[in-house]
Protein backbone atom coordinates (compact mmCIF):
# COMPACT_ATOMS: atom_id res chain seq x y z
CA UNK A 1 0.00 0.00 0.00
CA UNK A 2 1.55 3.31 -1.11
CA UNK A 3 4.04 4.51 -3.59
CA UNK A 4 7.00 3.43 -1.97
CA UNK A 5 9.68 3.01 -4.69
CA UNK A 6 10.92 -0.79 -4.73
CA UNK A 7 14.42 -1.64 -5.29
CA UNK A 8 14.09 -2.61 -8.86
CA UNK A 9 13.47 1.84 -9.54
CA UNK A 10 16.93 3.22 -8.95
CA UNK A 11 16.43 4.49 -12.31
CA UNK A 12 13.32 6.61 -11.36
CA UNK A 13 14.41 9.91 -10.97
CA UNK A 14 11.80 11.29 -8.29
CA UNK A 15 12.70 7.96 -6.52
CA UNK A 16 13.74 8.73 -2.70
CA UNK A 17 16.96 7.93 -2.29
CA UNK A 18 18.20 5.89 1.26
CA UNK A 19 21.18 7.79 2.65
CA UNK A 20 22.48 9.08 -0.57
CA UNK A 21 22.25 12.66 0.22
CA UNK A 22 25.22 14.67 0.70
CA UNK A 23 25.94 18.30 1.70
CA UNK A 24 27.29 20.79 -0.88
CA UNK A 25 28.63 24.69 0.23
CA UNK A 26 27.35 26.82 -3.02
CA UNK A 27 28.86 30.55 -2.41
CA UNK A 28 26.90 32.98 -4.57
CA UNK A 29 26.91 36.70 -4.96
CA UNK A 30 23.86 38.88 -4.99
CA UNK A 31 22.96 42.31 -6.14
CA UNK A 32 21.66 44.25 -3.11
CA UNK A 33 18.10 44.36 -4.24
CA UNK A 34 14.93 43.36 -2.77
CA UNK A 35 13.56 40.21 -3.99
CA UNK A 36 17.38 38.70 -4.72
CA UNK A 37 17.80 36.59 -2.38
CA UNK A 38 14.21 34.77 -2.99
CA UNK A 39 15.26 34.83 -6.83
CA UNK A 40 18.61 33.08 -5.93
CA UNK A 41 16.89 30.13 -3.50
CA UNK A 42 14.04 29.30 -5.47
CA UNK A 43 16.25 27.15 -8.34
CA UNK A 44 17.92 25.03 -5.49
CA UNK A 45 14.60 24.17 -4.30
CA UNK A 46 12.58 24.07 -7.58
CA UNK A 47 15.86 21.00 -8.31
CA UNK A 48 15.23 18.95 -4.84
CA UNK A 49 18.25 20.72 -3.09
CA UNK A 50 17.29 21.01 0.98
CA UNK A 51 18.56 24.10 2.75
CA UNK A 52 20.45 23.63 5.79
CA UNK A 53 21.65 27.35 6.44
CA UNK A 54 22.36 30.49 4.62
CA UNK A 55 25.37 33.27 5.49
CA UNK A 56 23.91 36.53 4.19
CA UNK A 57 27.03 38.64 4.30
CA UNK A 58 25.23 42.05 4.10
CA UNK A 59 27.76 44.45 5.68
CA UNK A 60 30.70 42.85 3.47
CA UNK A 61 30.75 43.91 0.03
CA UNK A 62 32.61 41.85 -2.87
CA UNK A 63 35.14 43.64 -4.78
CA UNK A 64 32.58 44.05 -7.41
CA UNK A 65 29.79 45.55 -5.30
CA UNK A 66 28.02 42.40 -4.50
CA UNK A 67 26.66 40.87 -1.11
CA UNK A 68 28.12 37.45 -0.68
CA UNK A 69 25.67 34.49 0.50
CA UNK A 70 26.96 31.22 0.86
CA UNK A 71 24.31 28.23 0.97
CA UNK A 72 24.57 24.82 2.67
CA UNK A 73 22.09 23.13 1.03
CA UNK A 74 22.07 18.85 0.82
CA UNK A 75 20.69 16.97 -2.08
CA UNK A 76 21.49 13.37 -3.99
CA UNK A 77 24.41 14.17 -5.98
CA UNK A 78 23.03 13.18 -8.93
CA UNK A 79 20.94 16.40 -8.63
CA UNK A 80 23.79 19.00 -7.40
CA UNK A 81 24.91 19.91 -11.21
CA UNK A 82 21.57 19.93 -12.41
CA UNK A 83 20.81 23.01 -9.48
CA UNK A 84 24.12 24.94 -10.46
CA UNK A 85 23.20 24.98 -13.67
CA UNK A 86 19.59 26.16 -12.50
CA UNK A 87 21.43 28.94 -10.78
CA UNK A 88 23.54 30.24 -13.43
CA UNK A 89 20.00 29.86 -15.77
CA UNK A 90 18.37 32.48 -13.53
CA UNK A 91 21.41 34.57 -13.66
CA UNK A 92 22.68 33.91 -10.64
CA UNK A 93 26.59 34.70 -10.14
CA UNK A 94 27.60 31.22 -8.53
CA UNK A 95 31.16 31.80 -6.92
CA UNK A 96 31.95 28.27 -5.85
CA UNK A 97 29.78 24.93 -5.79
CA UNK A 98 30.76 22.08 -4.21
CA UNK A 99 30.79 19.22 -1.47
CA UNK A 100 31.17 20.67 2.26
CA UNK A 101 34.96 21.50 2.11
CA UNK A 102 35.25 23.65 5.07
CA UNK A 103 36.00 21.36 8.06
CA UNK A 104 38.33 23.11 10.31
CA UNK A 105 38.11 26.43 12.43
CA UNK A 106 40.71 28.77 13.34
CA UNK A 107 40.45 32.29 14.83
CA UNK A 108 42.86 35.07 14.90
CA UNK A 109 42.93 38.29 16.19
CA UNK A 110 44.41 41.29 14.10
CA UNK A 111 45.59 44.54 15.74
CA UNK A 112 46.41 47.73 13.95
CA UNK A 113 44.69 50.74 11.82
CA UNK A 114 41.83 48.16 10.89
CA UNK A 115 39.20 51.22 10.32
CA UNK A 116 42.27 53.17 7.97
CA UNK A 117 43.62 50.30 6.06
CA UNK A 118 39.61 49.01 5.00
CA UNK A 119 38.51 46.58 6.97
CA UNK A 120 36.09 45.41 4.38
CA UNK A 121 38.89 44.79 2.07
CA UNK A 122 41.11 43.06 4.53
CA UNK A 123 38.23 40.01 5.32
CA UNK A 124 37.73 39.79 1.47
CA UNK A 125 41.26 39.79 0.96
CA UNK A 126 41.08 36.91 3.79
CA UNK A 127 38.16 35.11 2.37
CA UNK A 128 40.25 35.22 -1.30
CA UNK A 129 43.44 34.43 -0.62
CA UNK A 130 43.06 32.64 2.70
CA UNK A 131 40.30 30.24 0.77
CA UNK A 132 38.84 30.88 4.05
CA UNK A 133 35.25 32.38 5.46
CA UNK A 134 34.73 34.37 7.93
CA UNK A 135 31.46 33.33 10.56
CA UNK A 136 31.92 35.63 13.18
CA UNK A 137 33.88 38.96 13.33
CA UNK A 138 34.02 41.11 16.43
CA UNK A 139 36.20 44.36 16.24
CA UNK A 140 36.90 47.08 19.15
CA UNK A 141 38.28 50.22 18.71
CA UNK A 142 38.44 51.93 22.18
CA UNK A 143 40.52 54.87 20.26
CA UNK A 144 38.19 55.66 17.79
CA UNK A 145 37.97 55.01 13.92
CA UNK A 146 41.47 56.43 13.82
CA UNK A 147 42.97 54.56 16.60
CA UNK A 148 44.75 51.45 16.69
CA UNK A 149 41.83 48.62 16.83
CA UNK A 150 41.60 44.65 17.37
CA UNK A 151 39.22 42.31 15.50
CA UNK A 152 38.83 38.57 16.38
CA UNK A 153 37.76 36.74 13.31
CA UNK A 154 36.61 32.92 13.38
CA UNK A 155 37.29 31.45 9.92
CA UNK A 156 36.28 28.27 8.48
CA UNK A 157 39.40 26.70 6.34
CA UNK A 158 39.55 23.83 4.54
CA UNK A 159 40.79 20.76 6.28
CA UNK A 160 44.65 20.28 6.90
CA UNK A 161 44.85 24.03 5.12
CA UNK A 162 45.58 25.81 8.47
CA UNK A 163 49.23 26.78 7.49
CA UNK A 164 48.64 27.64 4.02
CA UNK A 165 45.48 29.88 5.44
CA UNK A 166 47.98 31.43 8.08
CA UNK A 167 50.42 32.29 5.60
CA UNK A 168 48.22 33.88 3.67
CA UNK A 169 46.65 35.93 6.12
CA UNK A 170 50.09 36.58 7.92
CA UNK A 171 51.20 38.26 3.96
CA UNK A 172 48.03 40.86 4.38
CA UNK A 173 49.22 41.49 7.79
CA UNK A 174 52.36 42.24 7.02
CA UNK A 175 51.39 44.69 3.85
CA UNK A 176 48.55 46.38 5.89
CA UNK A 177 51.11 46.90 8.66
CA UNK A 178 48.60 44.79 11.43
CA UNK A 179 49.66 42.40 14.11
CA UNK A 180 48.42 38.65 13.12
CA UNK A 181 47.91 37.03 16.67
CA UNK A 182 47.95 33.33 15.69
CA UNK A 183 46.02 30.49 17.04
CA UNK A 184 48.10 27.29 18.58
CA UNK A 185 47.87 24.68 16.27
CA UNK A 186 47.90 21.37 17.78
CA UNK A 187 50.38 18.40 16.78
CA UNK A 188 53.29 21.37 15.96
CA UNK A 189 56.46 21.83 18.03
CA UNK A 190 58.53 24.52 18.28
Not at 57 to 80: A, K, L, Q, S, Y
Request: glycine fraction near 10%.
Amino acid sequence: MGNVPESGDEDDPDAETDGGVRAYTVRLELVDEPGELLRALAPIADNGGNLLSIHHERGNITPRGHIPVEVDMECPPDRFDGIVDALRDAGVNVIQAGEEHYGEEISVVLVGHLIETDLSNTLSRIEDEADAVVQDLSVTSPDGTEGVASARARLAINSGRSTEALAAIRSIGTEKDLTVVEPLLGGETA
